[in-house]
């Protein structure tokens, strides 16, 4: 059995936080609880809060009806808990402030997911406390992944990949948009995603593949149209983000051109990218294709996003970001080009940055695949 990576991610972090001048930082469920436990608790009406101290076992905030999730945890917590009635809630976050010493202290939090509940809860009981933006402290271990969190990604893909491959069979004129998404979404589950998908799959065809982030709608597939399918899975909490292009047909010059300069504009942005280059020069290299090719006023969105156990995080690849790529961030690569009211066309892979250059997780073909013969 490997040895949990737990541990070590919270020692990493009281650095972070003793580098920040931060007595603790305050977690909600989500990503950075799951990076930091393992732990996998839901946002719910009832306030749950993991308190992760400079010094000492984590504290934790819990409805006692999640007490079971802990069962069996490998490592020392204190744990308060609370029933039902909200006019006692308070007093479980007071047990956890004198606990932790918390009341009085610099407590840090991440204000891209604490709630106005849960802040609310803190200043009401640790009234003599501040409440600093401590996103930094957690933001600069996550970015980069381990092999152990790649390997994890990989798998991710190898999900949906799969899952896209036992789509394509059955997608024919006639069938809409919404029907598409949901023979899609269940081939996930089939194929191993876990149940919470990291997005509602995209598949837009014709038309609506100009807008880039596209509603799968009742909208019919006609012979000759192009299919954008932007789509990933879970694997263990880490997950996947791909786009590829597919049509039924020939789709004509025009839609096939576009796809092209697509794909080139993908090549060109891995290529640029590798470990001391600034962010901002893997989105130049992508749009340079595009503004070459006289599409420039049609990319309208950045290069890329972190993805891992958030679908969207750091590194954000557009102009302008510093950013230097180190090795194990992983991010996405994917140029597009929308006309509206005609078609859009983009194609996305995942990429982790390597010690000279980066590995591709994704593996499906990128070049327009006519699904007609099929």
Same mark, same amino acid.
């Given at each position: 059995?490997?040895e949990?990576?737990?541990?070590?991610?919270?020692?990493?972090?009281?650095?972070?936080?003793?580098?920040?001048?931060?007595?603790?930082?305050?977690?909600?469920?989500?990503?950075?609880?799951?990076?930091?436990?393992?732990?996998?608790?839901?946002?719910?009406?009832?306030?749950t809060?993991?308190?992760?101290?400079?010094?000492?076992?984590?504290?934790?905030?819990?409805?006692?009806?999640?007490?079971?999730?802990?069962?069996?945890?490998?490592?020392?917590?204190?744990?308060?808990?609370?029933?039902?009635d909200?006019?006692?809630?308070?007093?479980?976050?007071?047990?956890?402030?004198?606990?932790?010493?918390?009341?009085?202290?610099?407590?840090?939090?991440?204000?891209?997911?604490?709630?106005?509940?849960?802040?609310?809860?803190?200043?009401?009981?640790?009234?003599?406390?501040?409440?600093?933006?401590?996103?930094?402290?957690?933001?600069?271990?996550?970015?980069?992944?381990?092999?152990?969190?790649?390997?994890?990604?990989?798998?991710?893909?190898?999900?949906?990949?799969?899952?896209m491959?036992?789509?394509?069979? &059955?997608?024919?004129?006639?069938?809409?948009?919404?029907?598409?998404?949901?023979?899609?979404?269940?081939?996930?589950?089939?194929?191993?995603?876990?149940?919470?998908?990291?997005f509602?799959?995209?598949?837009?065809?014709?038309?609506?593949?100009?807008?880039?982030?596209?509603?799968?709608?009742?909208?019919?597939?006609?012979?000759?149209?192009?299919?954008?399918?932007?789509?990933?899975?879970?694997?263990?909490?880490?997950?996947?983000?791909? &786009?590829?292009?597919?049509?039924?047909?020939?789709?004509?010059?025009?839609?096939?051109?576009?796809?092209?300069?697509?794909?080139?504009?993908?090549?060109?942005?891995?290529q640029?990218?590798?470990?001391?280059?600034p962010?901002?020069?893997?989105?130049?290299?992508?749009?340079?294709?595009?503004?070459k090719?006289?599409?420039?006023?049609?990319?309208?969105?950045?290069?890329?996003?972190?993805?891992?156990?958030?679908i969207?995080?750091?590194?954000?690849?557009?102009?302008?970001?510093?950013?230097?790529?180190?090795?194990?961030?992983?991010?996405?690569?994917?140029?597009?080009?929308?006309?509206?009211?005609?078609?859009?066309?983009?194609?996305?892979?995942?990429?982790?940055? &390597?010690?000279?250059?980066?590995?591709?997780?994704?593996?499906?073909?990128r070049?327009?695949?006519?699904?007609?013969?099929?």
């Open positions: 059995m490997s949990s990576p737990f541990p070590a991610r919270q020692c990493a972090l009281a650095r972070e936080l003793a580098r920040l001048d931060l007595h603790a930082l305050a977690v909600v469920p989500g990503a950075s609880l799951m990076y930091l436990t393992g732990l996998d608790f839901h946002l719910s009406e009832r306030p809060v993991a308190f992760f101290r400079q010094h000492g076992a984590p504290v934790f905030v819990i409805p006692e009806l999640e007490e079971g999730k802990l069962g069996g945890f490998p490592m020392d917590i204190c744990v308060c808990t609370y029933g039902e909200p006019s006692i809630w308070p007093e479980a976050f007071r047990e956890a402030s004198r606990a932790g010493g918390l009341d009085g202290q610099r407590i840090g939090i991440e204000p891209g997911s604490m709630r106005v509940l849960e802040l609310r809860m803190l200043r009401e009981t640790m009234p003599e406390s501040a409440y600093p933006d401590g996103h930094e402290a957690l933001a600069a271990l996550r970015i980069c992944k381990d092999a152990h969190e790649i390997e994890k990604m990989r798998s991710a893909v190898q999900v949906a990949e799969d899952a491959r036992r789509l394509l069979s &059955t997608i024919a004129p006639g069938i809409t948009e919404r029907e598409a998404a949901s023979r899609l979404t269940a081939r996930l589950l089939d194929t191993g995603c876990a149940p919470e998908i990291p509602p799959p995209i598949v837009a065809f014709g038309p609506s593949s100009a807008n880039p982030h596209a509603a799968p709608g009742d909208r019919a597939l006609r012979s000759g149209e192009l299919i954008l399918c932007d789509w990933g899975a879970n694997v263990e909490g880490y997950f996947s983000d791909m &786009t590829r292009m597919f049509a039924y047909g020939d789709p004509g010059n025009d839609a096939r051109h576009i796809v092209e300069v697509v794909a080139r504009a993908r090549q060109a942005a891995a640029a990218a590798g470990p001391g280059v962010v901002s020069e893997v989105d130049r290299a992508a749009r340079a294709v595009i503004e090719a006289g599409f420039g006023e049609r990319f309208v969105h950045r290069t890329g996003h972190g993805v891992g156990l958030e969207h995080e750091a590194p954000y690849i557009r102009d302008g970001n510093p950013m230097l790529l180190r090795p194990g961030m992983t991010f996405t690569i994917e140029p597009g080009i929308y006309l509206d009211g005609v078609a859009g066309a983009r194609i996305e892979d995942i990429v982790a940055v &390597t010690e000279d250059g980066v590995d591709t997780l994704t593996t499906l073909p070049e327009l695949v006519d699904i007609s013969a099929r």
